[in-house]
């Protein structure tokens, strides 16, 4: 696997690929990576020749006060795992590489930013947009692989991408999950080992908020009340419980029939995000 941390080396890599009519696949990340990453990694490989994994904690999508400084760093751990998962190149890119002197052009998918997590991380959309566009333009892929963990990002990523034109096709993996049904997060690391036995109830209230939903319960604004209480309950301070056209993320009507149920909660110094779809 090539290690290439300047946008010179990625492209001559590329350009080199592309001479041999060879495809190419990417993950971008922000490292610390776990199971659900080397998921999008494997899923990568099936798609196309050559797969590009990109790691950069990217300043722009952290809101003042939140963990930009404390976000886990584990660069060599991540280049081990994948190495060994088979991923052709590493691109590490420098801050200033990534957002040159002077750079004020940003992208914003207006709307879909400001729901949601958007209400809670203000510029927030705006920021992982605006990253994942120049990382595409850097990387040039057919296809971009994502978690489905975090489904807001995915839908705004899969919108910028229609609406720009852009030349590639957007994957969502579903999430991976520990046997206790955690949701895999590099997050997870701040929890202690009692918060993360507390945690496993992120999964059990989507769970239940699901079979409501797929047992024909249509009181939307009653299940999402009853998540957020049972959330309380358990210790957990819930941003929202909200259930939306799993599509596009819009305020369902009762006779929608693809749904999904969205979480967000604090637990100790973790924000933690989840998700379920329920299909009717
Ligand atoms: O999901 C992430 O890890 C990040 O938001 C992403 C897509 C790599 C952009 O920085």
């Not at 081990?80 to 590489?97: I, R, T, V, Y």
Request: proline residues 5%; charged residues 25%.
């Amino acid at each position: 696997m090539q290690i290439v941390e300047s946008i010179p080396a990625l492209r001559e890599t590329v350009r080199r690929w592309r001479g041999n009519a060879e495809t190419l696949a990417f993950v971008p990340t922000m490292g610390n990576l776990h199971a659900g990453h080397l998921r999008l990694v494997e899923e990568a490989k099936q798609l196309a020749d050559r797969t590009v994994v990109s790691i950069f904690v990217n300043p722009t999508q952290f809101c003042a006060g939140e963990d930009f400084g404390a976000y886990p760093r584990t660069p060599e751990r991540d280049a081990d795992l994948l190495k060994a998962a088979g991923a052709d190149l590493l691109f590490m890119p420098q801050d200033d590489e990534v957002y040159p002197a002077g750079a004020v052009t940003k992208v914003e998918v207006a709307g879909l930013s400001d729901e949601l997590c958007g209400k809670f991380r203000p510029g927030h959309f705006r920021g992982v947009a605006t990253v994942v566009c120049k990382l595409f333009n850097m990387v040039q892929p057919d296809v971009a692989v994502f978690g489905e963990k975090d489904w807001q990002q995915l839908t705004v990523i899969r919108r910028m991408a229609a609406d720009l034109n852009l030349p590639l096709r957007i994957v969502g993996i579903p999430t991976v999950r520990e046997p206790s049904g955690l949701a895999m997060s590099s997050r997870n690391a701040y929890l202690s080992a009692a918060e993360k036995r507390q945690a496993t109830a992120l999964y059990r209230c989507l769970s239940q908020a699901k079979a409501a939903l797929e047992a024909g319960d249509r009181n939307f604004a009653g299940i999402e009340a009853a998540a957020a209480e049972f959330l309380l309950g358990e210790g957990f301070r819930t941003d929202y419980v909200a259930i939306r056209r799993a599509e596009d993320l819009a305020l369902p009507t009762p006779d929608e029939r693809s749904l999904i149920v969205l979480v967000a909660a604090s637990l100790g110094r973790a924000r933690l995000i989840d998700n379920i779809k329920a299909s009717l």
